[in-house]
């Protein structure tokens, strides 16, 4: 996944296309998790943003995350594709 993140992140990235810093919604993403509002976001901060995540697509609520959830999830469906 992070290979992906990278090759898509290069030419817009969280610079942006002008590099004039952050397009929006990387602001509002780093606003969402920088929960005590000092302007960074600590390990503990991280954590707690990316568990609310994995809950959100882990739609079988057992603890694990398939591809087909994580899809389902980026898709916006409430159900995985089901397995063959």
Do not use: Y
């Not at 990278?6 to 990235?13: I, L, Q, T, V, Y």
């Amino acid at each position: 996944m992070m290979g992906m993140m990278g090759r898509g992140m290069k030419g817009h990235g969280m610079m942006g296309g002008d590099g004039m810093g952050p397009p929006i919604m990387a602001r509002m993403i780093f606003a969402l998790m920088d929960a005590d509002g000092d302007g960074t976001v600590s390990l503990p901060e991280f954590q707690v943003a990316h568990e609310r995540i994995f809950k959100a697509m882990d739609s079988n609520k057992d603890g694990k995350l398939t591809p087909e959830e994580m899809l389902a999830f980026m898709r916006g469906t409430t159900n995985p594709v089901p397995q063959q």
